[in-house]
């Protein structure tokens, strides 16, 4: 961001001053009463948030320029208001955290003269606005305000990017606001953490025919949005990583009659709260697929992470068809979905040109013998070149869907593709799990076959660094699993504490207990959620296969136990008649108690995995047990450093 960029901010924020005399103000609350949003009208259109009558945002404007002479913003005349109370109940098709989603805000409407809208929703759990245009042509973007003003200095939860060239796998770095300038910049969602308040969680939702929102600092209590520009010119560096060589002025070309995405702050009294939150969906438009029935959320066996280490076999392990052969036996043998095809199994550059020791077809009819379906893996610019041939390919094989990988782009034409292929894959029956991606932003509601979503630092960087940390998996949960499922790929067999744990990219390991991984299981939201262990490790693990054949990926209800970002998790999710717990730590080896208040009346069976008394010195140390709890029991549970604890509750 430039001198001239920063100069704007501070004029902007000085402005505000001298708008809010002789303003016209308008007032929104939240069902509960707790959340109170202020619209102000007069030479800009400025905002504010109050928590339980704490201001959580100070004043802040809302802005578009379009073209090079419509200002959305400035000096605005309203032509009518509209409000609106909704009590709704949304049925997903793929029941992430819950089969049924209370949908209750207030809405503000707002119509200007200028031709454009603005929306404004208040949740119990946040705030929401979008912008709306009704422009009768194309129109170019220049830019959009987006600023947040904190009223004080508070730390952030700062997910910092490079560039817009990005696959969103980075470490949280907790910094204060005014440690932030101009030339950093972070991806979303991020969380602040309000001194003495709630926790608030900027994201998006409804990002379609436009670039994905980033975050700048000004060296100030505030942060600014910034949108990676309209693409003119790209080239390829290899067969999967794009070269921006050339941008526009403007981040967006578009149709002038539309809405724009939501921006949203999630308010969280407690820390628990941003894990059941559901905004970011009931955010995003309605699904497009009018029969979801052959949406089949599952687990999957994954090659890639284990290298496809797999022995005590008779031939050579690698990719070929007697080793992908394994993993449908193993597949079977568990009641485990699917498998992956990941890279290796066709010439890249060419989807049509599968190598020498693979026989697809002969792989998918043998799949079919043992009801496990294949997923295979595409570099996205050579799914996007070979389209037509290439999805009448897989619809020929029988491919339940695609993983498909390193778009490393959310510009205005990338967001596009998105959309592309969720729509194509639909039409064929077929998943979608996007790698190499941005953060979710409602489009798994659009289109539900959008099944999972990287775009997270997963396990798969323990193959090459010791970033993956315990600490760092208790973070995830609060900030990017908020904005939609996340395909981390837990299940390491292979576990080791800080002191002994090293970068092995053939012979790959996990930091923190085995119970840890375990607990993923529970405590992580993917519908199609993988295995990425080598199965030969897996049939030596008949005990916890036994938990991982069992644990569903998809939930009735959610409940956040007890919760503290970066610190600690328990989540309890049911599914029928059986409850699942996960509970995971950081380095700090702890002593917690859970409440089974939420259980129904009665004695219940509960197998739980906990982490051995050798744990924190062999982290792939663990026991299993059996008890009987009853409703209300209030049970301890230790965890080692980077430890967990998983259980099945009948």
Same mark, same amino acid.
């Given at each position: 961001?430039?001198?001239?960029?920063?100069?704007?901010?501070?004029?902007?924020?000085?402005?505000?001053?001298?708008?809010?005399?002789?303003?016209?103000?308008?007032?929104?609350?939240?069902?509960?009463?707790?959340?109170?949003?202020?619209?102000?009208?007069?030479?800009?259109?400025?905002?504010?948030?109050?928590?339980?009558?704490?201001?959580?945002?100070? =004043?802040?404007?809302?802005?578009?320029?379009?073209?090079?002479? +419509?200002? /959305?913003?400035?000096? @605005?005349? &309203? !032509?009518? *208001? $509209?409000?609106?109370?909704?009590?709704?109940?949304?049925?997903?098709?793929?029941?992430?955290?819950?089969?049924?989603?209370?949908?209750?805000?207030?809405?503000?409407?707002?119509?200007?003269?200028?031709?454009?809208?603005?929306?404004?929703?208040?949740?119990?759990?946040?705030?929401?606005?979008?912008?709306?245009?009704?422009?009768?042509?194309?129109?170019?973007?220049?830019?959009?305000?987006?600023?947040?003003?904190?009223?004080?200095?508070?730390?952030?939860?700062?997910?910092?990017?490079?560039?817009?060239?990005?696959?969103?796998?980075?470490?949280?770095?907790?910094?204060?606001?005014?440690?932030? =300038?101009?030339?950093?910049?972070?991806?979303?969602?991020?969380? +602040?953490? /309000?001194?003495?308040? @709630?926790? &608030? !969680?900027? *994201? $998006?939702?409804?990002?379609?025919?436009?670039?994905?929102?980033?975050?700048?600092?000004?060296?100030?209590?505030?942060?600014?949005?910034?949108?990676?520009?309209?693409?003119?010119?790209?080239?390829?560096?290899?067969?999967?990583?794009?070269?921006?060589?050339?941008?526009?002025?403007?981040?967006?070309?578009?149709?002038?009659?539309?809405?724009?995405?939501?921006?949203?702050?999630?308010?969280?009294?407690?820390?628990?709260?941003?894990?059941?939150?559901?905004?970011?969906?009931?955010?995003?438009?309605?699904?497009?697929?009018?029969?979801?029935?052959?949406?089949?959320?599952?687990?999957?066996?994954?090659?890639?992470?284990?290298?496809?280490?797999?022995?005590?076999?008779?031939?050579?392990?690698?990719?070929?068809?007697?080793?992908?052969?394994?993993?449908?036996?193993?597949?079977?043998?568990?009641?485990?979905?699917?498998?992956?095809?990941?890279?290796?199994?066709?010439?890249?550059?060419?989807?049509?040109?599968?190598?020498?020791?693979?026989?697809?077809?002969?792989?998918?009819?043998?799949?079919?013998?043992?009801?496990?379906?294949?997923?295979?893996?595409?570099?996205?610019?050579?799914?996007?070149?070979?389209?037509?041939?290439?999805?009448?390919?897989?619809?020929?094989?029988?491919?339940?869907?695609?993983?498909?990988?390193?778009?490393?782009?959310?510009?205005?034409?990338?967001?596009?593709?998105?959309?592309?292929?969720?729509?194509?894959?639909?039409?064929?029956?077929?998943?979608?799990?996007?790698?190499?991606?941005?953060?979710?932003?409602?489009?798994?509601?659009?289109?539900?076959?959008?099944?999972?979503?990287?775009?997270?630092?997963?396990?798969?960087?323990?193959?090459?660094?010791?970033?993956?940390?315990?600490?760092?998996?208790?973070?995830?949960?609060?900030?990017?699993?908020?904005?939609?499922?996340?395909?981390?790929?837990?299940?390491?067999?292979?576990?080791?504490?800080?002191?002994?744990?090293?970068?092995?990219?053939?012979?790959?390991?996990?930091?923190?207990?085995?119970?840890?991984?375990?607990?993923?299981?529970?405590?992580?939201?993917?519908?199609?959620?993988?295995?990425?262990?080598?199965?030969?490790?897996?049939?030596?693990?008949?005990?916890?296969?036994?938990?991982?054949?069992?644990?569903?990926?998809?939930?009735?209800?959610?409940?956040?136990?007890?919760?503290?970002?970066?610190?600690?998790?328990?989540?309890?999710?049911?599914?029928?008649?059986?409850?699942?717990?996960?509970?995971?730590?950081?380095?700090?080896?702890?002593?917690?108690?859970?409440?089974?208040?939420?259980?129904?009346?009665?004695?219940?069976?509960?197998?739980?995995?906990?982490?051995?008394?050798?744990?924190?010195?062999?982290?792939?140390?663990?026991?299993?047990?059996?008890?009987?709890?009853?409703?209300?029991?209030?049970?301890?549970?230790?965890?080692?450093?980077?430890?967990?604890?998983?259980?099945?509750?009948?």
């Amino acid at each position: 961001m430039n001198n001239f960029k920063i100069a704007l901010v501070l004029y902007t924020i000085c402005l505000i001053f001298s708008s809010s005399m002789f303003a016209e103000e308008y007032v929104v609350n939240s069902f509960d009463g707790k959340i109170n949003l202020n619209v102000s009208v007069k030479e800009q259109i400025l905002y504010s948030v109050k928590y339980d009558s704490k201001l959580i945002l100070a =004043s802040s404007p809302i802005s578009m320029q379009i073209d090079s002479n +419509i200002m /959305i913003g400035k000096n @605005p005349n &309203v !032509l009518k *208001t $509209e409000t609106r109370k909704v009590d709704n109940i949304i049925i997903p098709p793929v029941k992430i955290k819950s089969k049924e989603i209370i949908d209750q805000y207030n809405e503000l409407k707002i119509d200007f003269e200028e031709s454009y809208s603005l929306i404004f929703r208040v949740y119990n759990d946040g705030v929401a606005y979008r912008l709306v245009t009704d422009i009768d042509k194309e129109i170019e973007v220049i830019n959009e305000l987006v600023l947040f003003n904190f009223p004080e200095n508070h730390s952030v939860y700062f997910h910092e990017e490079d560039s817009f060239i990005t696959h969103s796998e980075r470490m949280y770095k907790y910094i204060k606001l005014s440690e932030i =300038s101009d030339n950093n910049m972070c991806s979303l969602p991020t969380l +602040i953490d /309000i001194s003495d308040g @709630p926790k &608030v !969680l900027i *994201t $998006e939702s409804d990002l379609k025919d436009y670039p994905g929102l980033y975050l700048y600092g000004v060296n100030s209590q505030s942060l600014i949005g910034q949108f990676p520009h309209y693409v003119l010119a790209d080239r390829m560096s290899d067969d999967r990583n794009p070269v921006v060589t050339q941008r526009a002025n403007y981040i967006a070309k578009t149709n002038g009659k539309r809405s724009y995405p939501w921006r949203i702050m999630i308010i969280a009294a407690k820390d628990g709260d941003l894990i059941e939150s559901q905004m970011v969906y009931k955010l995003a438009s309605p699904s497009k697929i009018e029969d979801t029935s052959w949406i089949k959320p599952g687990k999957v066996a994954w090659d890639w992470w284990n290298a496809n280490n797999i022995y005590g076999v008779d031939f050579k392990s690698g990719v070929n068809t007697e080793t992908y052969k394994y993993y449908i036996d193993f597949a079977s043998k568990y009641g485990i979905e699917y498998i992956i095809l990941d890279e290796g199994w066709y010439v890249l550059g060419d989807l049509m040109d599968v190598v020498d020791d693979m026989d697809v077809e002969e792989l998918f009819r043998y799949a079919k013998t043992k009801n496990v379906k294949i997923i295979p893996w595409v570099i996205w610019k050579t799914l996007d070149d070979q389209l037509p041939q290439a999805m009448e390919q897989f619809a020929k094989w029988g491919a339940a869907g695609l993983k498909v990988d390193f778009m490393q782009r959310d510009d205005q034409w990338m967001v596009n593709y998105y959309y592309r292929i969720a729509e194509e894959t639909a039409k064929h029956k077929m998943l979608v799990d996007f790698h190499g991606a941005h953060k979710p932003a409602g489009l798994q509601r659009e289109y539900p076959n959008f099944i999972t979503n990287e775009g997270v630092q997963g396990l798969e960087h323990t193959k090459w660094s010791a970033n993956e940390t315990p600490e760092h998996n208790v973070t995830l949960p609060f900030i990017r699993m908020v904005a939609g499922p996340m395909d981390y790929t837990p299940g390491a067999m292979v576990n080791a504490q800080q002191n002994n744990f090293y970068d092995a990219f053939e012979r790959p390991m996990s930091q923190g207990t085995r119970c840890h991984q375990l607990a993923m299981y529970v405590v992580y939201e993917s519908p199609l959620q993988m295995l990425c262990d080598s199965p030969s490790n897996y049939l030596k693990e008949p005990e916890c296969m036994e938990f991982l054949s069992k644990v569903p990926t998809v939930w009735d209800q959610t409940k956040v136990l007890d919760a503290r970002v970066g610190d600690y998790v328990i989540v309890a999710r049911k599914n029928g008649d059986q409850w699942y717990i996960g509970a995971m730590t950081d380095w700090t080896a702890r002593e917690l108690t859970i409440d089974f208040s939420f259980l129904p009346s009665g004695s219940h069976t509960m197998t739980l995995y906990r982490d051995g008394v050798n744990a924190d010195r062999y982290a792939s140390d663990y026991k299993k047990e059996t008890v009987k709890i009853e409703a209300g029991d209030k049970f301890q549970i230790k965890l080692a450093p980077g430890g967990g604890w998983a259980a099945i509750i009948d």
